[in-house]
């Protein structure tokens, strides 16, 4: 059984940092993860991901040089980083898993994953 738990969510201002994170159990190396956001009205999207066996990472081109995804294999963690908050990154953060053997910027597609945290609230205020 797959569990994924998300802490970090909070309120800042434009241009703060965020750092969130995601405790995966029942997960392999043979995976991939990621993290999605979803504001009321809109469809959930991809913000960044990680296939877990190569290390290979995807980002949507909104969040590029600002995002950082990781993992810690030790604490079975997946972490977001995000810096230079806007208003338009507001939204409830979801992190996502999928046992796969393949990697490929597909993991930004929500319709990929088998398995989801319960999410995490993100304000970013202007």
């Known amino acids: 059984q797959v569990q994924l738990v998300e802490s970090g969510g909070g309120s800042v201002q434009a241009g703060g940092s965020l750092r969130l994170s995601c405790a995966a159990s029942?997960?392999?190396?043979?995976?991939?993860m990621g993290w999605f956001r979803q504001a009321p009205g809109t469809e959930r999207e991809g913000v960044a991901c990680?296939?877990?066996?190569?290390?290979?990472?995807y980002y949507r081109d909104s969040v590029k040089g600002r995002t950082t995804i990781s993992r810690d294999n030790a604490k079975n963690t997946l972490t977001l980083q995000m810096n230079s908050l806007k208003p338009e990154d507001t939204g409830t953060y979801y992190c996502?898993?999928?046992?796969?053997?393949?990697?490929?910027?597909?993991?930004?597609?929500?319709?990929?994953?088998?398995?989801w945290g319960q999410g995490t609230q993100v304000t970013v205020s202007s």
């Open positions: 996502a898993a999928v046992r796969t053997r393949s990697s490929g910027n597909w993991c930004l597609s929500a319709g990929g994953y088998d398995y």
């Open positions: 029942g997960l392999t190396s043979r995976a991939s």
């Open positions: 990680m296939h877990i066996f190569t290390g290979n990472t």
